[in-house]
């Protein structure tokens, strides 16, 4: 089963419109954490923002921020104020922290975000 | 101010050739890793190494050796290329700070293709 599912191959938004990129994750660990990462065209892995399991407010960096709902197993990526730099392939990702993965990262396949002028 | 480096940017390879792709770091970071990304696809988890001396196997670990010699380097060694490892290849490296957030640092990535 897929540990963790991004719904969204493309999405487009308008310059400075917020957009919210869709995540959910599947664990039986208690412990965890979720990463969001962007990906631009020239193919770097840049990290954006980090939410743990056991975190009491939803985190927030900048312009971006994590709807966390963990109920639901979800964790949304926001990017407020949407810029023509933000156009990027968009990944999210889990460590399970007690698991035997030796907290190594499990990706989704992505989200491409266009910001359109 | 140079963090995870890859050599080499670009590689060909013929079926058969073997190769070393290099990874170094200058963090001083304990865990490294190596994930390969396909087309359609997130990255997948080849092999990792949690200190000097210790690697073990991730996800897709055929057709891989590695070797952590040292905190700095983690080469990763393809044996027998196959076209099946035409991907592009990532070092990332990090470390677990008090509150267990472990945040990976990625390298510049390899693009390698197999003929």
């Known amino acids: 089963a897929q540990k963790i599912t991004q719904t969204q191959p493309g999405m487009f938004v308008q310059e400075k419109e917020a957009v919210t990129l869709d995540c959910t994750y599947d664990?039986?660990?208690?412990?965890?954490?979720l990463f969001w990462y962007k990906q631009p065209s020239s193919g770097e892995m840049i990290f954006l923002i980090y939410q743990g399991s056991y975190d009491q407010q939803n985190a927030t960096e900048g312009r971006y921020s994590l709807n966390f709902q963990k109920a639901r197993k979800s964790a949304n990526l926001v990017i407020s104020a949407s810029q023509l730099g933000d156009s990027a392939m968009y990944f999210c990702a889990m460590r399970e922290l007690d698991s035997g993965s030796a907290r190594q990262l499990t990706f989704g396949s992505g989200t491409q975000l266009t910001v359109l002028p | 101010n140079a963090g995870v480096t890859q050599t080499p940017k670009f590689q060909v390879l013929k079926t058969g050739q073997s190769m070393t792709l290099q990874c170094a770091q200058d963090m001083n970071h304990e865990y490294m890793s190596w994930y390969r990304q396909d087309p359609g696809m997130g990255l997948r988890l080849i092999h990792y190494s949690v200190g000097a001396g210790i690697t073990d196997q991730g996800e897709v670990p055929n057709g891989y050796n590695v070797s952590r010699s040292t905190t700095e380097d983690f080469p990763l060694r393809l044996l027998s290329a196959a076209p099946s490892q035409t991907s592009v290849y990532f070092c990332?490296?990090?470390?677990?700070?008090?509150?267990?957030?472990?945040?990976?640092?990625f390298g510049a990535g390899t693009r390698l293709s197999v003929l």
């Open positions: 990332a490296s990090s470390y677990s700070n008090r509150a267990g957030m472990n945040i990976q640092y």
């Open positions: 664990t039986s660990d208690p412990s965890y954490g």
